[in-house]
């Protein structure tokens, strides 16, 4: 299956590439189409009555097939720069009062942490910890362990749980779905983020992203997509109850008007002008990998290469894989006696391995895509075997 | 001293082109520049120790280049996806008080508008307005009104002014450093905000720019970058005063940490992952104005444009200008007697002609810039005419 959609992303012509968590490869059909697109704006635009039927064609595709992979309809999905911006931003708008609890896990992302904290303290919020680091075991065990302890963590002032769908650190799946359900009976309902960096192109997340108030993903880690464009589906009781915070034009159901209205829709929280040539390279980027199969038929071929590798360590005498069972997912997390992880992964750089190295807990993080082979997992495995 | 520069826009080889204030161009060259880094990034990276060295090349020079036409230094500048997220991103950092007011000129962008009056809303602040449509005389004359007006309208609770430097519907230049001058002797010493959109490209601007708390621009209109991309010139008390609201890895001193502190400069007000390679497209579009010469002289040769359009327009038995003598810079705004201005625009761009239409006050806008020949001014006044 793999075969053909490898051979469209160059960066893997010269390399052994396992950083499909921190950025993708782009497909040369990615390429041309963001450079096809900016030479059409050229040809008709860039600023013409002429332009805008193209423009609008590029985003309503887009948005139309995102909110297919989201599984929420289009209203719901709004685009930003990146996964953070899609974390933070519909924070920012929603009716804070002071006292509020954030409970937020402890494997999210520094960007989203510090964004919160900086809400906390202006809005006079406090921050729990929901502890799910230290989850190891198979997904269904990590479910009610996160359960239960949510459970213990919630309190009446709970006004909004951030967790990740697939956590970057470990590498496990997160019950978003459960999570929901539970908070649904909260009787202050917190709202409920979830950093979904690692899902799209990576995991199926219709279902999460159907059930969370903020579910935030960027096209430049599995999807194969350009850097700088992300997306973000919203719930309805989020657009109606948090308000735009970043307002530009297309925040304005009239964009011509400063005392416009906002947008009803998620479109309330988009901005200003964005490169539309991306949204291109991106929708590019999905058909590309819908060609290689369902989200669950991608997934089966990502956890082949990730229990590959799974196993692979656990027979190498000095590795430890944080996650006690094969992975839910492609990213696979691991301890190597020895080296620090910085210097594993410099030497790893220098044989043209590319994997990368974590703070906390301190770790190095190999992934695997459906472009991954078995010949680069072995070569991995050897190169560590011989470091 | 335009034909070469001309000729690497093929933009304007199929059409007549008038709508630079709304997006310029994007010169053969920085597409180039744009795909090569996409492709040296594959090559690299993308996300390897190999690339970062190229990624911080990239960035560097273009903070180091733009902070040069900014007239202030690097650490000063901040990048962002748009103009309206630089003019509005820092004010929601800084420290209101309820009561506050936000004096806001009757030409600013619906954008901003709409977002000082939601930070009105959230903050307790109140708005009021200072009047410079109607400003249709020299420079001089006008930046002499303003300075009256604004004597008027500041209050004891006047905490922040927003004036664009260049009036993106009438076309007048506003005197950004005499107000930041008045500015610095009111009690509060009240934050001036100018939005740039029109100026990066068109106009000098670093003696304004080092005089604004927040002065933001676009890469994508005068300049002739790739949209998606703009940066802002923030001043030295603004950093010390504001803090950062869509916050991310980029804003934080140790991005590794959730509990990092911010950059100590303007990077706080950075957020995520964004397109690097609309850095290196954005880098190459201003050498491209570079080497047609200071923006002493490139405003030279744009005044030149606008001069013929203006007097031709007077020549034009049924076109009104705005502004009552030659425009200080490419913004040429009008008035036609007869059809409405959608209308127009519409005709016009049946014709292969472009200008766009503005909503307030009513008008038809059409801009020149360096790549302007007078046979499109001629070509433009003549369809007028014939409409």
Not at 358 to 367: N, Y
């Amino acid at each position: 299956m793999p075969a053909d959609f490898r051979a469209q992303l160059p960066a893997l012509a010269n390399k052994t590439y396992f950083n499909y968590g921190g950025q993708g490869p782009l497909p040369t059909p990615s390429l041309e189409a963001i450079t096809a697109s900016w030479r059409t704006i050229q040809e008709l635009g860039p600023f013409t009555g002429a332009v805008w039927p193209f423009l609008d064609q590029i985003s309503g595709r887009l948005r139309q097939r995102l909110a297919h992979w989201f599984g929420v309809p289009p209203q719901r999905l709004a685009f930003t720069e990146n996964v953070t911006s899609g974390c933070v931003l519909p924070l920012w708008g929603l009716p804070w009062q002071a006292g509020d609890e954030l409970l937020i896990s402890d494997c999210e992302h520094p960007g989203v942490v510090a964004a919160c904290r900086e809400l906390a303290r202006r809005e006079g919020l406090t921050i729990a910890s929901l502890p799910v680091a230290d989850l190891r075991g198979t997904v269904a065990a990590s479910a009610t362990t996160v359960l239960e302890r949510l459970e213990q963590a919630l309190r009446p002032a709970t006004r909004l749980v951030v967790l990740s769908h697939l956590l970057w650190n470990t590498g496990q799946v997160m019950p978003i779905a459960a999570v929901a359900s539970r908070l649904a009976c909260h009787r202050r309902h917190p709202w409920l983020l979830v950093d979904g960096a690692q899902s799209l192109g990576c995991i199926p997340l219709a279902e999460a992203a159907a059930a969370a108030d903020i579910y935030a993903c960027t096209g430049h880690k599995w999807c194969c997509g350009p850097e700088g464009l992300g997306a973000m589906a919203l719930s309805e009781r989020l657009l109606q109850e948090a308000r735009p915070t970043l307002i530009g034009w297309r925040s304005l159901s009239q964009e011509s008007s400063g005392s416009s209205g906002f947008h009803p829709d998620s479109r309330r929280f988009e901005v200003a002008t964005s490169c539309l040539p991306l949204w291109a390279g991106l929708e590019q980027s999905l058909k590309l990998l819908e060609a290689q199969g369902s989200a669950e038929d991608r997934l089966a071929v990502i956890q082949q290469g990730s229990h590959r590798l799974w196993v692979g360590l656990q027979e190498l005498g000095a590795a430890t894989c944080l996650l006690e069972g094969p992975p839910p997912a492609g990213l696979v997390s691991f301890q190597l006696a020895g080296d620090a992880p910085g210097t594993v992964v410099k030497r790893l750089g220098e044989r043209g391995i590319w994997i990368r190295s974590l703070d906390d807990p301190a770790c190095l993080r190999a992934c695997t895509h459906i472009s991954t082979t078995s010949n680069e997992i072995d070569a991995l495995l050897g190169a560590l075997a011989r470091l």
